[in-house]
């Protein structure tokens, strides 16, 4: 049996389908109210439960051999918080596990994460790591650099395919290895077929590291239309975007972050998903659920 936590997410809800599709017997940690009926209907069993909820914990991992972990409190709010949730719940997820008798342990980290992080949100994912290591499961941890379908989507993706100007924080020519989240599911399910490769850290990124300018010309070369871009210095609050997520934007334009993945994507035989194909399958998508007048 497989838990899998965070699994009414966008990432952890690919990670249960494609482990029902493979024939795996799955339970999926859900709260009341999320939206898991599909997953259900697919075959996976949902028990209610909540990581700041020690007690829930413990009846969901009961007769679990493995777990899989994508939660985190970037899209919550109230008190769901990096504290609550990326520090304190993910402590009491590992110490239900390891109460349980849980032999695997699979926690989908960040790119950075460090106990000794500025960030309280890469801390905590640092801390937990750290947890994680000392726990006396077997684990993997994968620490996936920025998504494709988050960021590119949010600032480009969307206001490009509604003919809206595109607001840049800095130039936008700063270049990371953004991956899809398709990738880093196939790699979890890549780990959980692999047992003998337990104990290991994968960094993983895309094919190439790439700018929000060359997110723009994707975009552009899809429509086939020229997408308008404005700019913003950085630390200048932009209408309509919250203000946290404008200072990240602001914090990307002084770095670049690079990955090599030949040899990774080798060994996992994960061929990595191209920003050409994420857009390409983004604007399909885009196209096929507008309102038809």
């Known amino acids: ?52 909820d020690p007690a829930s914990l413990a009846a969901a991992c009961a007769g679990v051999d493995t777990i899989v972990t994508t939660a985190n409190s970037s899209a919550r709010g109230g008190e769901d918080t990096v504290d609550s949730v990326d520090r304190r719940g993910n402590r009491n997820l590992i110490e239900a596990a390891v109460t349980a008798g849980v032999h695997r342990f699979v926690f989908v980290s960040n790119l950075g994460a460090s106990p000794e992080s500025p960030n309280p949100f890469m801390a905590a994912k640092g801390e937990t790591e750290r947890l994680l290591r000392n726990s006396g499961m077997s684990w993997t941890i994968l620490q996936p650099n920025l998504f494709m379908d988050k960021l590119p989507a949010i600032v480009v993706g969307f206001p490009a395919v509604a003919g809206q100007p595109v607001t840049l924080v800095g130039e936008g020519r700063r270049v990371h290895s953004l991956v899809a989240m398709q990738d880093v599911a196939r790699y979890v399910l890549a780990v959980l077929e692999h047992p003998e490769r337990d104990g290991q850290l994968l960094v993983i990124g895309g094919p190439t590291a790439v700018s929000w300018r060359d997110a723009v010309a994707e975009f ?25 997520l404008s200072g990240f934007l602001a914090l990307l334009e002084t770095y670049d972050s690079r990955l090599d993945m030949e040899e990774l994507s080798a060994r996992y035989d994960v061929p990595p998903t191209t920003l050409r194909t994420w857009v390409h399958d983004f604007v399909l998508k885009s196209v096929a659920e507008r309102p038809r007048v």
């Open 220 to 244: 552009e070369l899809e429509l086939g239309r020229e997408v308008p871009v404005r700019t913003v210095p950085p630390g200048q609050p932009i209408p309509g975007m919250p203000d946290m």
């Open 1 to 52: 049996m497989i838990l899998v936590v965070g699994a009414t997410g966008q990432l952890g809800g690919l990670i249960a389908q494609a482990l029902i599709d493979k024939g795996f017997q799955v339970r999926i940690l859900v709260r009341e109210g999320s939206a898991y009926d599909a997953l259900v209907q697919a075959g996976a069993e949902a028990p209610i439960g909540d990581l700041k």
